[in-house]
């Protein structure tokens, strides 16, 4: 069910398997988070240009990911689908994840250290946020600003990936259930 499209230049495969997601908003708001990063800091938005070849939005136990294999960025599907949000955190998540393509052109394997990048894509998102309008670099800034004061393990947990699966399986099975409902009155 995979959908080819074109969001600012991007690549960007979309992946839904959520009947009550509408792709169409979800992809507005993609570009919608783009258009923020252009506007607001048109020199990150060149770098992700050069350092990531497509985006993937799909359902995933995170709301964001790098795969260097593939200089792939990941965004979650229902992640860009909520409408209770601003997208200057969709933003921030995607400059997050584009710093992660930064340091993975710049740091050799052996020399990685999760924490430290993970401070590094934190403090790339607190810029972020300060080059927003205040109403919307808030959020962003706050999150940032709590997420540098975590500890090593907390900033950069080892994540179990079957446990995350599991629960966000179980959310899904839920939210068919509730469309299904409404779709049956």
């Known amino acids: 069910m995979a959908e080819a499209h074109v969001v ?3 690549q960007v495969v979309l992946e839904n398997e959520r009947p009550d997601i509408d792709s169409a908003v979800v ?3 993609l570009d919608e988070a783009l258009a923020l990063i252009e506007r607001h800091q048109p020199w990150r938005f060149a770098h992700l240009r050069r350092d990531v070849a497509q985006f993937w939005v799909v359902r995933y136990p995170c709301r964001g990911a790098y795969f260097p ?4 960025c990941m965004t979650e599907l229902t992640f860009l689908a909520r409408t ?3 997208a200057a955190p969709v933003a ?3 400059v997050h994840e584009g710093m992660h393509a930064r340091t993975y052109e710049m740091v050799r394997p052996e020399s990685h250290d999760p924490a430290r ?4 894509c934190r403090r790339a998102e607190l810029d972020f946020g300060f080059a927003l309008p205040t109403e919307l670099g808030a959020p ?3 999150r940032a600003l709590q997420s540098l004061e975590l500890s090593d393990q907390d900033v950069a947990p080892t994540i179990d990936w079957a446990e995350a699966q599991r629960r ?3 959310i899904d099975r839920e939210a068919a259930q509730r469309h299904e409902r409404g779709r049956s009155n």
């Open 84 to 86: 209770d949000i601003t």
């Open 27 to 29: 992809l507005a708001r």
């Open 140 to 142: 962003v800034i706050e």
């Open 8 to 10: 600012r230049g991007f």
């Open 69 to 72: 294999d593939t200089h792939t």
């Open 92 to 94: 921030s998540s995607i």
């Open 117 to 120: 990048e993970e401070r590094i």
């Open 168 to 170: 966000q399986n179980a």
